[in-house]
């Protein structure tokens, strides 16, 4: 090409005008390689925010939830604070039974009646507790709260250490595999307690 030009003469003015247009095309090349860079780059911006966008959404929702789990295990803990005292100071004999009715936990009013010390941690099998003849009164109270019946209900005979017959009637649920029973008293304090009379 600039053979070309040479031979049409005026060699300097075409020479210069070739070399404009290279650079005008090298210019022409580089607007294009930054225009596209620039588009890079404002894509990626947005995609940063879209990805700032979506952790400050995560961000956010992992701390309402962390709020909502504080505040129920708050609540939960109250809860059971709450039980634990209505069991430690309620008046009515409650107690918490293993699958296989083992003594899990008695509370004061149950111990006082079967006249245990309040320190004092029983073990071994509910059945110890019961008169012999209502022991099968036991065994389907505890059958009908397994099988579904929420509140269980029957009339079922304890014995004192001291040996006395303590007739209690007594509700008893069954929930994550332990048996929660509460027993009243059917009569006046005074006559709560009688002599064992069991052979």
């Keep these: 090409l600039l053979s070309y030009f040479i031979?049409?003469?005026?060699?300097?003015?075409?020479?210069?005008?070739?070399?404009l247009?290279?650079?005008?095309?090298?210019?022409?090349?580089?607007?294009?390689?930054?225009?596209?860079?620039q588009t890079r780059a404002i894509k990626v911006e947005i995609e940063n925010e879209e990805m700032f966008d979506l952790l400050k959404s995560a961000s956010d929702e992992t701390a309402s939830t962390r709020q909502r789990l504080d505040d129920k295990i708050s609540?939960?803990?109250?809860?059971?604070?709450?039980?634990?005292?209505?069991?430690?100071y309620t008046p009515d004999c409650q107690c918490i039974l293993g699958p296989d009715a083992t003594i899990r936990?008695?509370?004061?009013?149950?111990?006082?009646?079967?006249?245990?010390?309040?320190?004092?941690?029983?073990?071994?099998?509910?059945?110890?507790?019961i008169a012999r003849q209502e022991t099968g009164k036991v065994h389907a109270l505890?059958?009908?709260?397994?099988?579904?019946?929420?509140d269980a209900r029957g009339d079922v005979s304890l014995i004192t250490t001291g040996g006395a017959t303590c007739p209690l009637s007594w509700r008893v649920s069954w929930q994550d595999?332990?048996?929660?029973?509460?027993?009243?008293?059917?009569?006046?304090?005074?006559?709560?307690?009688?002599?064992n009379d069991a052979p």
């Design 7 to 19: 031979s049409v003469g005026n060699t300097p003015h075409l020479v210069m005008s070739v070399l």
């Design 21 to 37: 247009v290279f650079y005008a095309i090298i210019l022409i090349r580089l607007g294009l390689r930054i225009r596209n860079i």
């Design 75 to 88: 609540h939960l803990a109250g809860d059971v604070a709450e039980r634990d005292n209505f069991f430690k």
């Design 105 to 129: 936990q008695l509370n004061p009013a149950l111990k006082h009646l079967l006249g245990l010390d309040d320190e004092e941690a029983p073990s071994g099998s509910w059945y110890r507790f």
């Design 142 to 150: 505890l059958e009908r709260a397994n099988s579904g019946v929420r």
């Design 177 to 195: 595999g332990l048996y929660y029973c509460t027993g009243r008293r059917e009569t006046t304090d005074s006559a709560a307690v009688r002599p």
